[in-house]
């Protein structure tokens, strides 16, 4: 070969994985005397050898275990369990083994206790999800430890850190232009959590449109919710029983949206002649809710598959080495599904879009 043979190139000789090639030499236990000896016979033949960074124990942590980890800091439910499963498809993959594990990090002890986990697991790397994929105290530990990690749908770009996202300002914005499009003037929105991305993002996105269409968001007509049901109905009740109620309202997460329509059917209210709602993600269920849930799709199973994948490229890089790259950035698509949770408005006097100053 005229160019110094790679990892990449024994695994191709020997007909093995690019890992199973890093745990023979490595010398990992568990691996099979047929497996060595192809490997080891490749290496040989190409004169292989690994480069003095593969053998440092910080850009090594693939060589001293198999284990990535899931970071996340809010029971997410459905979200954390999609990511989860394609997490999981990609470490499957690649012979790597998936811990999730959710960091409290309000308290006094969520440094030590990232710290900790990272000693004890030997991690070669993690995904972080909303909120912890703010901190920068994790991010310290990880980079500290020598530990690569991907942030999934950041507010901001780790320095050195690869991230995967849909675009949530633009899909909470073309939502928005939906409701618009049928007339609503008076929109209801219902924010997330205060440190998560996607609260700010969506709102901004939501905001965005209405002030294209020459509105000015009513401050008394946004909620601060938790993307949690129970509390999206405290914030849905006060909304509605407003003698100025909204003709529509906008909904951060569907287990919100849920809480809105429930709300809006214990007032009486006839859905969607006299409310629209729209939420976002697509979770499961937001079809069979009455009536079923318009709403902005994003493929959380695909975020984790391509976060392993951002993941999974550092750690063979760390074995392969090249002249370093900047972090990747992906956007993943995006859909408007649009069911019959919505509808053109009814009310005999929406506010004009050129007057955002008028009331209904």
Known sequence: MTRRPTISDVAEAAGVSIKSVSRVVNGEPHVSARMRQRVNAAVNALNFQMSSQAHDPRARAAGRSLVVAQLYGDRGGHYTNAVQIGLL???????YHLVVEELDYKSAQFERRARALVEHLQLAGAVLTAPVTESDIIQGVLEQAGVPFVCISPLKEAAHAPSVRIDERRAASQITQHLLAYGHRRIGFIRGLANHAATHLRQQGFEDAMKAAGIAPDPQLIENGDFSYATASICAERLLRRP?????????????????????????????????????????????????????????????????????????????????????????????????????????????????????
């Open 244 to 360: 100025d109620r909204p003709t529509a309202i906008f909904a951060s997460n569907d287990e919100m949206a849920a809480a809105v329509i429930k709300v809006a059917h214990e007032l009486g209210l006839s859905l969607p002649d006299q409310l629209s709602v729209v939420g976002f993600d697509d979770m499961p269920g937001s079809d069979m809710l009455w009536p079923p849930l318009t709403t902005v799709r994003q493929n959380a199973v695909a975020l984790g598959e391509a976060a392993g994948d951002l993941l999974f490229a550092q750690l063979l890089a760390e074995l392969d080495p090249a002249p370093p790259q900047p972090p990747a950035r992906q956007i993943l698509s995006h859909d408007i599904v649009l069911r019959s949770s919505t509808a053109i408005c009814r009310s005999s006097n929406p506010a004009a879009p050129d007057d955002p100053t008028r009331q209904q």
């Open 89 to 95: 498809s990609r470490c499957h993959h690649y012979g």
